[in-house]
């Protein structure tokens, strides 16, 4: 399985972004999915979980109201609605499988950045 993000970029507070994650390879034993994030000198915070079907969804206390996870299956992408993005929101966004049989798969990150 890999993990391929999209849709990062430069944006100034209040600004919207859709981060994308294509899924290449089988998906079959993943069974939920998750965008994390990490800013410079802080330790990778999880943003966001979606499960295979979709029927269990959570969000960081900090972007709730604001994100949207979703999955397109037919599709074998993820997404991540970002809203009313904030500088604090500026990190490198990474898209991350839990694969029941080759454990936690990871992208490569994409880079978000909210100017004030």
């Known amino acids: 399985v890999q993990l391929v993000e999209s849709g990062g970029g430069l944006v100034q507070a209040g600004a919207s972004l859709r981060l994308s994650c294509a899924v290449f390879?089988?998906?079959?034993?993943?069974?939920?999915m998750n965008w994390y994030r990490q800013a410079p000198g802080k330790q990778r915070e999880l943003v966001a979980t979606?499960?295979?079907?979709?029927?269990?969804?959570n969000y960081a206390d900090s972007v709730k109201g604001r994100f949207t996870i979703s999955r397109d299956n037919a599709k074998d992408t993820l997404y991540l609605q970002m809203n009313s993005l904030k500088p604090e929101d500026t990190a490198v966004y990474y898209c991350?499988?839990?694969?029941?049989?080759?454990?936690?798969?990871w992208g490569q990150g994409t880079q978000v950045t909210v100017s004030s």
């Open positions: 991350n499988a839990q694969d029941l049989r080759v454990g936690n798969v």
């Open positions: 390879g089988s998906t079959i034993s993943i069974n939920a």
């Open positions: 979606i499960t295979n079907t979709g029927g269990y969804i």
